[in-house]
Nanobody, 115 residues
Framework: QVQLVESGGGLVQTGGSLRLSCTASGSIFSINTMGWYRQAPGKQRELAARITSGGSTNVADSVKGRFTISRDNAKNTVYLQMNSLKPEDTAVYYC?????????WGRGTQVTVSS
């Protein structure tokens, strides 16, 4: 089992920045990919960015150039640095980990970007 705890969400103005953190506990040795997904009201959950244990990243086109994902394996933590935020980035952001073929989700953290 893997437990994920997110932090760092909040309210920010257009053009501002936030950094999300997700710390994993439990069977962390089995974690391969960690990532951030987001879900806006009335929309499906979508990938924002993900990173493998080896450091390979995949970033959605909608956030490319503005969001950066990084990982500190020693701290079992993945970060999402979000710059130049737009109102359309408003969503609940969820951390996801894949461990031994099983997906685990955090509870989510709200990000609201005001215009």
């Amino acid at each position: 089992q893997v437990q994920l705890v997110e932090s760092g969400g909040g309210l920010v103005q257009t053009g501002g920045s936030l950094r999300l953190s997700c710390t994993a506990s439990g069977s962390i040795f089995s974690i391969n990919t960690m990532g951030w997904y987001r879900q806006a009201p009335g929309k499906q959950r979508e990938l924002a960015a993900r990173i493998t244990s080896g450091g390979s990243t995949n970033v959605a086109d909608s956030v490319k150039g503005r969001f950066t994902i990084s990982r500190d394996n020693a701290k079992n933590t993945v970060y999402l640095q979000m710059n130049s935020l737009k109102p359309e980035d408003t969503a609940v952001y969820y951390c996801r980990a894949v461990a031994s073929g099983t997906m685990y989700w955090g509870r989510g953290t709200q990000v609201t970007v005001s215009s």
